[in-house]
């Protein structure tokens, strides 16, 4: 089992920014993809950013040259520094990571989420 942790979520102005992180511990041999994904109000869950285990990032339409994805393999880290933050990037924050177990099954986990509220 691996646990995610996510942390940094908070109200804010718009125009301002925030980092999100999300800290992976357990049964870890390796990580593959580390991905965050929101879900605005009534909105379905959506891709924001994502990093492969060799650095290459991708990210949505939405977001992009806003959002910037990074990843510790060290610390087993995936952070979302959020910036020029809008009103409708409110939402819930899930981090989404791909681990290889030390026994070599391979799945992905979702963190619990952390909301980041963006005021106007």
């Known amino acids: 089992q691996v646990q995610l942790v996510e942390s940094g979520g908070g109200l804010v102005q718009a125009g301002g920014s925030l980092t999100l992180s999300c800290v992976a511990s357990?049964?870890?041999?390796?990580?593959?993809?580390m991905c965050w994904y929101r879900q605005r109000p009534g909105k379905q869950r959506e891709l924001v950013a994502e990093?492969?285990?060799?650095?290459?990032?991708t990210s949505g339409a939405a977001v992009k040259g806003r959002f910037a994805i990074s990843r510790d393999d060290v610390r087993d880290t995936v952070s979302l520094t959020l910036s020029r933050l809008k009103p409708e990037d409110t939402a819930v924050y899930y981090c989404?990571?791909?681990?290889?177990?030390?026994?070599?099954?391979?799945?992905?986990?979702w963190g619990a989420g952390t909301l980041v509220t963006v005021s106007s």
């Open positions: 989404n990571v791909v681990v290889r177990a030390l026994r070599g099954d391979t799945r992905d986990y």
């Open positions: 357990g049964d870890i041999g390796s990580i593959d993809a």
């Open positions: 990093i492969a285990s060799g650095g290459r990032t």
